[in-house]
């Protein structure tokens, strides 16, 4: 039970992540598919590599994403 509540958790704050940034909260199911319990982690901290591992979400995408938590045009994983 203490596992299925930790999954369920991860899945709403992840959903709340992305609705905060303007994004389609189905999304999360992506994510954490391709990075488990880490895909909130990298949804904040490497946004360029949802392009290169997660189906459907293009360089616009994550680079949209990456601007709505603040990262600069400059930022070096976007200049990669």
């Not at 992506?30 to 490497?46: C, I, K, S, T």
């Not at 946004?47 to 070096?76: C, N, W």
Request: proline share 4%; hydrophobic share 40%.
């Amino acid at each position: 039970i203490r596992e299925s509540y930790a999954e369920q958790q991860a899945v709403t704050n992840l959903q709340v992540l992305l609705a905060s940034l303007g994004e389609s909260t189905g999304l999360a199911f992506r994510l954490l598919d391709e990075f488990g319990p880490r895909a909130q982690e990298m949804l904040e901290q490497e946004p360029y590599r949802l392009a290169e591992r997660v189906r459907g979400i293009g360089f616009s995408t994550a680079d949209r994403l990456a601007m709505r938590q603040g990262l600069q045009k400059t930022h070096p994983d976007r200049l990669r």
